[in-house]
């Protein structure tokens, strides 16, 4: 009885899955594919990955605010600093290789739905990330300024006056010890100053790394948003040309009824006409032909009596 009900309970588990119609063959019931549930999950992940870089660029810029005010930055915050910018180098690489897998999916029938979505979405996520890069490029080019203001300032500490002009220079020349010929480093402030402009040159150096490699990504995305521009430009041609068409369709449409229904009083006037003209022909055959047959029936009758 017992291996009888785990049989029974077997044949109703599969019956969940499948139905049988009416000529006994088992059809397979499938869930339906929601519409593009593939490309809208990856849409997804990319936005989640762009608002963790977001949160690694609110980091970054605190991190920049505090570097600044600090005589002496720790291991740890520095640390902590590169991570974030690591992160976001990371994610930006990943994020622009997602979105050209994408791109690649949205096939060449620009009239269809699920092109402009797609398109529209791609664009979208695409505008996005450069939007957040170009934040940061400009979040590292005010703070190698700032460092550099700093440098200068650390340099008058030591006795040696510089500008903006030659500090820029010696930054080119990638030498540290461009900013130390000269120096006169007897005095415990001396010595704070040549720290600082240590760190300073370091942090500086690391920025021109930084911005050279987003400079180059900046570049690869502007002529992917270019080109996607191109496209939308493309959508809303043909979405505005399809517009003015059915417009004039629905203009012409409108005219036609208009001319139909003025052709269709014309004929019912034209069939009244004939009709009356009709009436008025047989009305002008028949009386005539009934008073000749009066007159003729009026002239036989005293004929006939008279003896």
């Known amino acids: ?117 797609k398109q529209t979405q791609v664009t979208a996520l695409s505008n996005r990330l450069v939007s957040l890069m170009s934040d940061y490029n400009t979040m590292q080019v005010e703070h190698r300024e700032k460092c550099k203001a700093r440098i200068v300032r650390q340099l008058e500490i030591t006795g040696k006056t510089t500008t903006d002009d030659e500090v820029e220079e010696m930054l080119e020349q990638g030498d540290l010890n461009v900013f130390t010929d000269g120096m006169m480093i007897d ?47 493309n959508i809303e041609h043909n979405t505005l040309s399809t517009v003015d068409y059915v417009q004039r369709a629905t203009t012409d449409l409108s005219k036609a009824h208009t001319y139909q229904t003025a052709a269709r009083k014309k004929l019912i006037c034209i069939i009244v006409l004939v009709i009356i003209l009709l009436i008025i022909i047989t009305v002008a055959i028949v009386v005539p032909t009934v008073n000749n047959s009066s007159n003729n029936s009026g002239n036989s009758n005293p004929s006939t009596q008279s003896p």
Do not use: C, W
């Open 187 to 233: 005095s415990k402030e001396a010595k704070k100053a040549l720290e600082a402009i240590e760190q300073r040159y370091d942090d500086i150096m690391k920025l021109e790394k930084s911005i050279k490699e987003l400079h180059d990504m900046f570049l690869d995305m502007a002529m992917l948003v270019e080109s996607q521009g191109e496209m939308l430009d």
């Open 1 to 117: 009885m017992k291996d009888r009900m785990i049989e029974i309970q077997a044949v109703q588990a599969n019956q969940d899955d499948e139905e049988l119609d009416d000529k006994g063959i088992e059809i397979s019931i499938e869930e339906p594919v929601p519409f593009m549930e593939d490309f809208f999950n990856q849409v997804e992940h990319i936005e989640g990955e762009l608002d963790t870089i977001e949160d690694n660029l609110a980091q970054v810029a605190k991190a920049y605010s505090d570097f600044i005010t600090m005589p002496k930055v720790t291991e740890d915050k520095r640390e902590s600093l590169e991570k974030n910018m690591e992160n976001i180098k990371i994610k930006a690489k990943r994020i622009r290789s997602q979105l050209k897998g994408l791109e690649a999916t949205i096939g060449q029938d620009d009239h269809s739905a699920e092109f402009r979505i």
